[in-house]
């Protein structure tokens, strides 16, 4: 583990918005070139979607893992950034690319709709949480307050899980995986940590 | 079963219609169109989607829930030999071969628009025969009032059917008045290819003016009955899917609106139209519905 931590700390973070931005610029040439297949608006607003869940899920594992001896924290703010900006895109893409900005039907959309609704709350509570993700905000805000807003992360991610179990016809294997690796590292946060082992004489 | 299966797929659809539209189009320029490639009066105008995005683009839920699935498993479904059992109240029940079934109707091409409940669209040219005259030909006895109809269940070569919450077989059904109506087919093929397996091979219904689920696909059993039949979406969610399921811009699938729609083909920037009552087959449809409250039916 010593090891990995190691490597990490060499690891600049600049690196990881890198990697992260790898599929956008998959997906964006994917639909440009034909490589989404039939329905590129469909799969490119899935995926940017989808992408947007698995960074702000690996965010949400930062924590646990260092619990487990795995010091990822440097990277959280990226990853967090990441999920909001894949979210945003994948908003983005539903206003213009999918509903072509009738906005009669987007607004009917956000009041009616429960799964568009629950979405949309998710990306609600993620743009506070992206204003104030900069060292200038947390120093402004201080610790307490800036910790305190940034619990909304959880709701946050909770609605954009529930949010893509809800889209389907059917419940789909690969929704309820993200819904269960979302509740499974909320509730890791529920055990009470692990006070140092007493010293023994 | 002693009978064996010698006819072709090139006997039983007219060779006319192997000529692709798009080339009939282009030869019309040097002469004048023949009667037999005239434009079936049932046909629309607008453009088909080409066979790469009808046959790569659907729901078929016994190979997977994906819309690529069932171009990427249906390809191991056993569609020869094949028969249909035809039952209930009809003059003449039993099991009919896929030849006996085709015999006596005339296969014809129909360009008809396709809508999704999903609220994405395509315009697809089915080759088929009209429904009635395979009901004509059995024989519907008085008293039936509706047409239930079942998919093959086959686990082991869809693999959509093993395991999962689905209660398969896929079942699906129409009042008498809808499926007796001339644009209600059986079809058996689409461009100049009988029917690729991931559409619904050999034969599937397809009722132009209702929400793609209702034609099911891969037809084995046709039963006349007095009942209107169970039909797998209803059963699974009957708030969101009704028996009728008549595309309706007036009435929202609960979960998102079906004023408008995606059709497909139109790449990254395509966007939307508007749906049309019955598809915008009202003028032939609507009819038979007068009188219903077709938000209570739908």
Request: hydrophobic share 45%.
């Amino acid at each position: 583990m010593d090891r990995v931590n190691r490597a990490l700390r060499r690891l600049p973070v600049w690196a990881v918005y890198l990697m992260g931005a790898v599929p956008a610029v998959l997906l964006l040439t994917g639909a440009l070139t034909g490589g989404l297949g039939v329905d590129p608006v469909k799969g490119l607003e899935k995926e940017l979607g989808e992408w947007g869940l698995r960074f702000l899920i690996a965010s949400l594992a930062v924590t646990p893992l260092m619990r487990a001896g795995l010091r990822l924290i440097r990277f959280r703010r990226a990853l967090g950034l990441l999920g909001f900006w894949y979210v945003l895109a994948h908003f983005t893409v539903w206003i213009t690319l999918d509903m072509g900005l009738i906005w009669s039907q987007i607004a009917g959309d956000l009041v009616k709709r429960p799964y568009i609704i629950v979405g949309f709350a998710a990306l609600l509570m993620l743009i506070p949480l992206a204003l104030t993700s900069s060292d200038y905000a947390l120093r402004r805000l201080g610790g307490q307050a800036w910790r305190n807003l940034h619990r909304l992360a959880y709701p946050a991610i909770l609605a954009g899980a529930v949010h893509f179990v809800m889209i389907g016809k059917v419940w789909t294997a690969d929704s309820l995986i993200y819904l269960g690796l979302v509740l499974a590292l909320l509730a890791l946060r529920l055990v009470p940590r692990r006070r140092p082992a007493p010293l023994r004489a | 079963m002693g009978w064996k299966n010698v006819l072709k797929w090139s006997e039983v659809t007219p060779q006319a219609l192997f000529l692709n539209r798009r080339q009939i189009i282009a030869g019309a320029g040097a002469l004048v169109a023949t009667p037999a490639l005239a434009r079936n009066e049932w046909s629309v105008e607008e453009t088909p989607n080409s066979f790469e995005e009808i046959t790569s683009y659907n729901n078929f839920y016994e190979f997977g829930y994906g819309k690529e699935d069932p171009a990427a498993y249906a390809g191991a479904l056993t569609t020869d030999p094949w028969s249909v059992e035809i039952g209930g109240m009809v003059d003449k029940p039993g099991s009919y071969d896929l030849a006996d079934v085709l015999k006596g109707q005339t296969i014809e091409e129909r360009i008809y628009r396709f809508r999704c409940v999903e609220a994405w669209s395509m315009v697809v040219p089915w080759h088929g025969f009209e429904l009635s005259g395979l009901l004509n030909r059995v024989g519907v006895q008085p008293g039936a009032k509706f047409v239930a109809f079942e998919t093959l269940l086959r686990p082991e070569e869809m693999p959509g059917q093993q395991g999962g919450s689905f209660p398969w077989p896929y079942v699906e059904g129409l009042r008498l008045d809808e499926a007796m109506h001339p644009l209600t087919i059986l079809a058996t093929g689409l461009y100049d290819q009988p029917m690729p397996k991931q559409n619904g091979a050999p034969l599937r219904l397809v009722v132009p003016w209702k929400y793609g689920f209702k034609s099911i696909k891969s037809i084995v059993k046709i039963t006349l009955t007095d009942k209107m039949p169970p039909t797998t979406w209803n059963i699974l969610q009957s708030n969101e899917y009704g028996f009728y399921a008549n595309v309706n811009p007036q009435v929202d699938h609960p979960r998102w609106s079906q004023a408008t729609e995606r059709p497909i083909g139109g790449g990254l920037f395509g966007g939307r139209k508007d749906t049309l009552m019955f598809n915008g087959y009202g003028d032939h449809v609507a009819s038979l519905y007068a009188g219903q409250d077709l938000a209570v039916d739908y």
